[in-house]
């Protein structure tokens, strides 16, 4: 794409002029935003208003390809519905519209009083810090909560389980002793044309739709230029997507049972020998252990269990086998179910048995950029043990990753369950910054409302006014979106400067706001004059490896890509003690995983039935006869977020779920009709998308829907719990490790809302989006 743009127009400054705007290249993260940091040129007028966005055809990150959100930022900045000076409400006034537009002084000092009554009545360690997953706000209120409000306990908006990512990171981290991702090209910045590198064969594409939703770091995008060049896919998916139709192999599995399918792959692989016998010699630890364990897992066995016929799951076998280089790109079904670690165990050994570790195009060690997770646990470390004693789920009970100091966050569990019983200690304010628990993340959203709304103190920093906002704050804090701010996106690589070029009302960034705030509270630790003084000091000294650049630099470079070395355990550069191999306990990737069997968790990789299924619970069944599959993406939003944007909405108006033609049929469901989907645990009311892409039995509801054209006040709170498929979720449903959650593995029935249910909707929207 690079050789077809302009250079006369496109240009490499990181700014410069086109006609009478100022063009500057950088980073569109977040707020609003996904995971990846995608690169884009802000276009500004004279006065410094954002007039336009394009991609950055420069960029050798996206390569000038942005998303319909990125292309909506001027909407968003702009949006009339945004909160750009901070406000405040009685408590008494919870749920009703009554703010008072107040200084950011006052709400600094608000925000101060409210963290030393709660500290004087109960303890600095019943404050709770929220952080909304993936976005540029996952360490700086974690930080300002350590540093300043003196609490450990922070979370991502109650996710049950920690069911994002955090079951997968950490058992990358017991297997392989660090974090691994699919090498797409991304890690240099001659991407197809550096000489070390060559592009996977064989992409094992796992429980992951990457084209509509980013992973951490991860531009789905990477995969296309990939298969342009050759590269072929294996897909497993309840859905048939665009990359599983366009796959080599295509496996259709029941949500849930990734581990039997990943156990017979592993037989067939062991009994016919298609494994890398000179890797798993030398480099694996517990291969012998693990034959055992897939010696009775035959393909017929599993088939019966993950609905994948036998025949091609000895197809998926023979294909990993041979293919050469394979990679792995795996998603968040791994961690929305009980038994996560278990299932992440599995699927990462069939990777690890082709032998492409950390090799071009294989499975590679991302060890650098992984600022925001730095940061956080530098200043924790800084702070000594007092920082993080008694934090909330490590005591044993809540799982046993963190009770041998392995976990990142408090448990959500655990800090809903201090909050409902005061035990250990009460919890008693909140401090969110762009998370929405009982709207998006939170399972059993009405018990999280039931108890956040009995807060003493709630601050909400975010965007625009949310239901969350609504029915629980005390003071908002206006948030500045990623052109309103300075800051670095390290999440992997390369590092990106994020370059403010834009100032709307009072709206301050997270960096901005934890030092304002932190400078008042501790200004021994918040010791910088500015931002970039203190991005700077936190890229040069506190990630993995330091990336030694002035914020001056970056933003004149625009992107830096560090060092990157391949086979790092063959030369010492993945230990810590500098030997070669792996930084497990073994030195070796752990089949058998010492770590696991240190804290009683089972050593090897193995499948147990989700706790509702039709087959650990068929009397349930009977009455909830289709496997319920949660967080279903779509291209308009990401999570809760975009939901004001009119754009947006006129392309996505209502909330759906997938349903195949022969379920549809047997509940009385046509396509575009509203419908009721409800279990034991609740209800959701969407809109019906029949399609025969849609594993037969089973049904795929969205996530984060709620509706501003709504009533704003209680009970209604934007109709947030009108759509809530969080109302079908469960809490406490986690593995042994404390990770994972039932959140894709539920069972409910679909039949028709009532008649004439929605018909008022229409002309909501209509009146609320008008021109």
């Keep these: 794409m690079r050789e077809c743009f302009n250079p006369d127009v496109y240009k490499k400054d990181w700014q410069y002029q086109e006609g009478d705007l100022t063009v500057t290249r950088t980073c569109q993260w977040s707020a609003p935003g996904c995971h990846q940091g995608c690169s884009i040129l802000f276009y500004t007028d004279k006065d410094g208003k954002l007039v336009k966005v394009e991609g950055d055809p420069n960029s050798p990150v996206t390569d000038g390809r942005l998303c319909m959100r990125c292309l909506a930022m001027v909407e968003a900045v702009y949006h009339p519905d945004r909160i750009v000076h901070p406000m405040k409400r009685d408590r008494s006034d919870r749920g009703k519209d009554k703010w008072v537009q107040i200084t950011m002084d006052e709400a600094y000092d608000l925000c101060i009083e409210m963290v030393k009554d709660t500290t004087e009545k109960y303890g600095a360690k019943s404050i709770c810090t929220g952080a909304g997953t993936g976005r540029n706000a996952t360490w700086q209120s974690n930080v300002l909560g350590h540093g300043a409000f003196g609490t450990p306990n922070d979370n991502a908006g109650l996710l049950a389980g920690n069911c994002c990512y955090t079951p997968r990171m950490q058992g990358m981290n017991a297997i392989f002793g660090n974090t691994f991702i699919a090498d797409c090209g991304q890690l240099n910045e001659a991407r197809f044309d550096h000489p070390e590198y060559r592009r996977p064969d064989l992409f094992m594409i796992w429980g992951n739709n990457p084209l509509r939703a980013n992973a951490d770091g991860f531009f789905g995008h990477w995969i296309i230029d990939c298969m342009k060049r050759g590269s072929k896919l294996m897909t497993v ?58 010696a009775d897992w035959t393909p017929e066995r599993a088939a019966e269990i993950c609905w994948v016929p036998a025949e091609k799951i000895v197809a998926a076998a023979r294909l990993i086998g041979t293919a050469g280089v394979t990679t792995l790109q795996w998603g968040v079904a791994f961690d929305q179910n009980k038994w996560a670690n278990g299932t992440a165990h599995a699927v990462a050994l069939l990777q690890a048995m082709t032998g492409n570790i950390d090799n071009p195009g294989g499975f590679v060690c991302i060890n650098f950029g992984y600022v925001q997770s730095d940061i956080r646990e530098n200043v924790a470390k800084g702070l000594g043990p007092e920082v993080r004693k008694d934090r909330l789920g490590d005591d044993g009970n809540w799982g046993a990753l963190n009770a041998i100091g392995k976990g990142g966050h408090a448990i959500p569990e655990a800090i809903l369950h201090a909050a409902e019983t005061g035990d250990p200690y009460p919890v008693k304010m909140l401090f969110l910054c762009s998370t929405t628990a009982f709207t998006n993340m939170a399972g059993q959203a009405k018990r999280v409302y039931d108890c956040y709304k009995d807060m003493d103190h709630v601050v909400i920093c975010d965007l625009f006014m949310t239901p969350t906002a609504m029915a629980i704050g005390d003071l908002f804090i206006p948030m500045a979106m990623s052109c309103e701010r300075n800051c670095v996106r390290g999440w992997y690589t390369p590092l990106r400067s994020i370059v403010k070029v834009t100032q709307t009302g009072e709206a301050v960034g997270d960096e901005q706001m934890m030092l304002e705030l932190g400078k008042k509270m501790n200004p021994d630790l918040f010791y910088w004059d500015d931002v970039p003084e203190m991005l700077e000091f936190c890229t040069n000294n506190m990630a993995t490896v330091p990336i030694h650049v002035t914020m001056d630099e970056l933003r004149e470079k625009v992107i830096i890509y560090p060092d990157f070395e391949y086979r790092k355990h063959e030369t010492g550069k993945i230990r810590f003690d500098g030997q070669p191999g792996f930084n497990t306990l073994s030195g070796r990737v752990e089949f058998f995983c010492n770590m696991y069997n240190n804290v009683g968790m089972d050593p090897l990789p193995y499948f147990l039935e989700p706790p509702e299924s039709p087959v650990s619970t068929p009397e349930l069944f009977k009455e909830y006869p289709l496997v319920l599959t949660t967080g279903r993406r779509c291209w308009q939003y990401f999570h809760s977020e975009h939901r004001q944007l009119k754009s947006m909405r006129e392309f996505h108006k209502w909330p759906m779920f997938a349903i195949n033609p022969e379920d549809a049929a047997a509940a009385g469901v046509k396509e575009g009709m509203w419908c009721v989907i409800e279990n034991s645990h609740g209800k959701a009311i969407e809109v019906a998308h029949v399609t025969d892409t849609m594993m037969k039995g089973v049904v795929s509801a969205e996530h984060g829907w709620w509706f501003p054209e709504r009533d704003p006040e209680e009970p209604s709170l934007y109709g947030v719990f009108e759509s809530n498929i969080n109302c079908c979720t469960v809490q406490g449903d986690f593995g042994p490790s404390g990770y994972g959650s039932s959140y894709k593995t539920q069972l409910c029935k679909v039949y028709p809302a009532p008649e004439g249910y929605g018909e008022t909707f229409e002309q909501q929207f209509a009146d609320h989006y008008k021109a």
């Design 237 to 294: 998916d309840p859905q048939v997507t665009w990359l599983s139709a366009h796959s080599e192999l295509y496996l259709q599995v029941r949500p849930g049972t990734d581990a039997a399918l990943a156990l017979a792959i592993g037989h067939v692989m062991v009994e016919e020998e298609l494994y890398n016998k000179e890797f798993v010699d030398l480099w694996c630890y517990g291969f012998d252990e693990y034959k055992e364990r897939v």
